[in-house]
């Protein structure tokens, strides 16, 4: 007697009626995603999946990174993704960020080199690791906020690109007390200087309030130095 799950022809293999959709969704999620390696991404992917929990994917796809000959690393579609991925706002430990940055296809030196100017422990707060994420694609305060409020923001795209005054403030600040050479004076002013626009806007602040603040501008520690070392991370 053959055994009872013996399969003699194509009719007897039973379909879920989901998996069309189900194929359909992660090829569409792995095309604007672009991972570099889609073998180790898909594994991230079905277990994000199968868990239920926020997807490795990226809103939509980055046409400058699909289309350049070498792997920069982290983009502002990919540092969304992360970010969604570790619950902002709260802290997640340094194993689940390395599972999650490792997920996203993204150069574990480049992590490394974000952790080392965080000075982080073993539990890392998501939104300053967020913010350290702006300054490696930034490069400079200034702009790394404007990336910071575009990455944030609930605005459609190419809009405004507000977020809320406080939480500018706790990225600002941090940010600006990595830099041992701000007085925390200048960084008081600065933020003072924000508010009458913010009351304006019902507390809430957008790139154009700050971007041309040029005096007020400075590079985050060792800015030049990371951008260079970040770039070469494979």
């Known amino acids: 007697m053959p055994p009872p799950d013996t399969i003699y022809c194509a009719q007897q293999i039973n379909i879920p009626p989901e998996l069309p959709d189900i194929l359909k969704n992660f090829t569409k999620a792995a095309i604007r995603t672009q991972p570099k390696d889609l073998l180790l991404w898909s594994m991230a ?11 490795p994917v990226k809103d939509r796809l980055e046409m400058n990174v699909a289309t350049q000959k070498t792997d920069t690393g982290l983009t502002p579609g990919l540092l969304k993704t992360l970010h969604k991925q570790l619950s902002p706002g709260q802290k997640c430990s340094k194993e689940e960020l390395q599972k999650k940055w490792k997920g996203l296809c993204l150069p574990m030196n480049q992590l490394e080199i ?25 490069g400079t ?13 609930e605005d459609e795209e190419g809009g405004a690109a507000r977020i809320p005054f406080s939480t500018f403030v706790k990225l600002y600040t941090y940010l600006a007390h990595l830099d041992g050479d701000m007085p925390q004076d200048h960084i008081d002013n600065f933020l003072s200087s924000l508010q009458p626009q913010v009351e304006l806007q019902q507390g809430m602040i957008k790139p154009l309030d700050f971007i041309h603040r040029d005096d007020m501008d400075s590079s985050p520690p060792d800015s030049s130095d990371f951008t260079r070392a970040a770039s070469r991370a494979e």
């Open 114 to 138: 974000l952790l080392s100017l965080g000075s982080f422990s073993s539990d890392i707060d998501c939104m300053e690791f967020f913010a350290l994420g702006c300054s490696a694609l930034g």
């Open 45 to 55: 992917y079905f277990s994000a999946l199968s868990k239920g929990e926020c997807l």
């Open 141 to 153: 305060l200034m702009s790394s906020l404007k990336f910071a409020c575009e990455i944030l923001t």
